[in-house]
């Protein structure tokens, strides 16, 4: 099969850029011949202040994009296109493209970008779907992409018009979501459910199971205000044991946190900054449990089942996909999302018990082998292809372009 892979890099890599590259490699150890189509969020650099307008208006309908791509899918003559992102360098016009040539596309829902501007469902501190239940403007009015009236406004009417165009209906064969939570999140957002099928992502090379019981609590994950490290420091605040604690990961937030651990005297807490993979696997390994303190609508989360493969159990906030794939007292622990006393609590008690975390690990790590290896991942991932390709109707190929090309 030949299978060309769509996806544009962030400014700053994450769990997305890490699933695609993945996959990538999945496919040609399969023995399929990959071709890729990859931009970069970097080259939003070069469009400055006003000029970003400009470039956000492209994200709407980026005809020089889709011209690009149809002469590669002529060029190519893929059997299937497998979305990652399009966000912002790309834009939806190439599923106008791939529709006109025949070619059927899967898209991978890694974030919640068609249902809110921010691709989040977060606003002030908490879950927001105001975007689900009223309209698109609530965003706007709340200046929820970059703070910004008008940048917002932009993505929201990126938004609208793929929507009155039923771009997502009728140009996409199938979407996936990683989890049934995120799933559900979509439906509820006007999604066809006949088109959005669960793939969870995979851990691949297997780390394999730590040896040891591990010797600090850690955190890995970017240190944006949703991932809410705070609530981390909080607990360890009011912790009794002196429970060693390593945070890994970058961000602007980095030297606000370090300045409150020291404040607080929180000795035993490492920030380490931003570490290459395989380092931050290796510290994964050495821990006694990792901690997901999110309290946003994590559409997945990578870094868990990182953990699963390293035998390391989970506590995690008790919301959305977090609680689906962290199984309370099997594979981990769940506490209130934000409630740092609730946290020190199962700190506390899982430090205490290394006997049932040692067995919540062994859990965790057959929860791994049963559901997130590369070769449980293949055969489904191949389903979604031929079930795209099978089910593919060529029909209108031209909807719309001269009117969309308005936007650009």
Same mark, same amino acid.
């Given at each position: &099969? ?7 890099q962030?400014h ?8 695609f590259?993945? @996959?990538?490699?999945l496919?040609?150890r399969?023995?399929h ?18 000029k970003r307008?400009?470039?956000?208006q492209k994200a709407i ?6 011209d ?11 059997d299937v296109v497998?979305v990652?992102?399009t966000w912002?360098?790309?834009s939806p016009s190439?599923y106008s493209?791939c529709?006109?040539a025949g070619?059927?596309?899967v ?8 249902l809110?501007?921010p691709?989040?469902l977060?606003?002030d ?6 975007c !689900? ?5 609530r965003g706007? /009015?709340n200046?929820c992409?970059r703070?910004?009236y008008a940048?917002t406004? +932009? ?9 009155t165009r039923?771009?997502?209906d009728r140009?996409?064969?199938s979407f996936i979501a990683?989890?049934?939570?995120? /799933? ?6 006007g ?5 959005v099928v669960v793939?969870?992502h995979f851990? #691949?090379?297997?780390p394999?199971?730590?040896? *040891?019981?591990?010797?600090?609590a850690?955190?890995a994950?970017r240190l944006?205000? @949703?991932k809410r490290v705070s609530t981390?420091?909080? +607990? ?5 044991n002196r429970i060693?604690?390593?945070?890994i990961g970058? *961000? ?8 409150r651990a020291i404040?607080?005297?929180?000795d035993m ?7 290459p ?6 510290t994964i390994r050495g821990a006694?449990?990792?901690i997901v303190?999110?309290?946003?609508y994590e559409?997945?989360?990578?870094t868990m089942i990182? +953990?699963f493969a390293c ?8 919301? *959305?996909a977090?609680k ?6 099997r594979?981990g622990?769940h506490?209130?999302p934000?409630?740092?006393?609730d946290l020190?609590?199962k ?6 018990h290394p006997?049932? &975390?040692?067995?919540m690990?062994r859990?965790?790590?057959?929860e ?5 290896t +590369?070769e449980?991942?293949?055969p !489904?991932l191949m389903?979604?292809?031929? /079930?795209?390709i099978?089910?593919?109707?060529v ?6 372009? #001269?009117?969309? @090309?308005e936007f650009?």
């Amino acid at each position: &099969m030949k299978i060309l892979l769509v996806h544009c890099q962030y400014h700053n890599p994450g769990g997305e850029d890490v699933v695609f590259e993945k @996959e990538r490699q999945l496919l040609e150890r399969a023995g399929h011949q990959v071709v890729v189509y990859h931009r970069s969020n970097f080259e939003v650099g070069a469009y400055p202040g006003v000029k970003r307008l400009v470039l956000l208006q492209k994200a709407i309908w980026n005809g020089d994009t889709r011209d690009s791509f149809a002469e590669l899918l002529r060029a190519e003559k893929p059997d299937v296109v497998h979305v990652h992102n399009t966000w912002i360098m790309i834009s939806p016009s190439i599923y106008s493209a791939c529709r006109e040539a025949g070619v059927p596309v899967v898209q991978t829902l890694h974030n919640y970008r068609l249902l809110c501007a921010p691709g989040t469902l977060f606003r002030d501190g908490k879950v927001c779907e105001d975007c !689900l239940e009223h309209s698109l403007w609530r965003g706007v /009015r709340n200046r929820c992409y970059r703070d910004s009236y008008a940048e917002t406004a +932009a993505v929201s009417l990126m938004l609208a018009v793929h929507r009155t165009r039923q771009t997502w209906d009728r140009e996409l064969a199938s979407f996936i979501a990683p989890t049934e939570f995120a /799933r559900s999140r979509f439906l509820k957002g006007g999604l066809p459910a006949h088109q959005v099928v669960v793939k969870p992502h995979f851990v #691949d090379p297997d780390p394999g199971a730590r040896a *040891g019981d591990g010797s600090y609590a850690v955190f890995a994950g970017r240190l944006s205000p @949703e991932k809410r490290v705070s609530t981390l420091l909080e +607990a360890w605040t009011g912790l009794r044991n002196r429970i060693p604690l390593v945070v890994i990961g970058g *961000g602007e937030p980095l030297d606000r946190l370090k300045q409150r651990a020291i404040t607080d005297n929180l000795d035993m807490i490492e920030f380490t900054g931003s570490l290459p993979h395989d380092q931050t696997m290796a510290t994964i390994r050495g821990a006694r449990f990792l901690i997901v303190a999110s309290e946003w609508y994590e559409t997945f989360g990578l870094t868990m089942i990182e +953990a699963f493969a390293c035998g390391v159990p989970v506590i995690c906030s008790r919301i *959305g996909a977090m609680k689906e794939i962290v199984e309370d007292g099997r594979t981990g622990l769940h506490f209130a999302p934000g409630d740092g006393r609730d946290l020190a609590e199962k700190l506390e008690w899982a430090w205490n018990h290394p006997e049932r &975390m040692r067995q919540m690990g062994r859990e965790a790590r057959q929860e791994y082998e049963r559901k997130y290896t +590369a070769e449980k991942n293949y055969p !489904l991932l191949m389903q979604i292809y031929e /079930r795209a390709i099978a089910g593919h109707n060529v029909e209108s190929p031209e909807l719309d372009r #001269d009117r969309l @090309e308005e936007f650009a």
